[in-house]
């Protein structure tokens, strides 16, 4: 990604990290009124489906991710060939609601500096449903996990544990 697509607000963080690694988010996206519709089959099913396609389609690359009832936690790193973070939430926020309910506008994004930040921000993400009381410990609960990239192409492994 050109430095010349970023926000003025990153351009200087890009020039001190270097132009040639790829920018990793932790995104927070929430359904407005905080209405609880995001944790069942369905919703779960239509993220994963865009998740798994999002690298060939958008030049995204989801990472581990949580679907809680009312908010999504990602993290994603964009490829060097991506659309920008703006139409990458749109597409996935007009994917999965389906017109069955609605996001609040915008989203949360911190771009994470290390792999230290990153594995700070996952213990976060990991634990949401147990700081949440919907289950006892992260592995229990069903909706969330790593999507591992390989010669095959994008793999889900489903769990919070990793």
């Keep these: 990604m050109e430095t010349e697509r970023l926000p003025r607000r990153l351009r200087r963080v890009r020039e001190i ?6 920018a990793l ?15 069942n ?52 926020k007009a994917v999965i609601a389906k017109r069955k309910f609605a996001w609040q ?16 921000k996952w213990e976060y993400i990991r634990f949401n449903p147990v700081r949440a009381g919907l289950v006892s410990r992260p592995q229990e609960w069903p909706y969330g996990g790593e999507i591992i990239y390989d010669k095959n192409g994008p793999c889900f492994v489903c769990g919070t544990e990793l």
């Design 105 to 120: 506008q915008g989203f949360f994004n911190h771009l994470l500096r290390s792999g230290e930040s990153e594995a700070q």
């Design 17 to 22: 990290w270097g132009l040639h690694q790829p």
């Design 41 to 92: 089959e369905k919703v779960f099913t239509w993220l994963l489906a865009f998740l798994l396609g999002s690298s060939q389609r958008y030049g995204w690359y989801p990472k581990r991710f949580v679907l809680m009832p009312d908010h999504l936690h990602l993290i994603a790193w964009q490829g060097n060939s991506s659309v920008s973070l703006g139409q990458w939430i749109k597409a996935m």
């Design 25 to 39: 988010f932790f995104l927070t996206i929430c359904v407005v009124g905080r209405n609880k519709v995001l944790d």
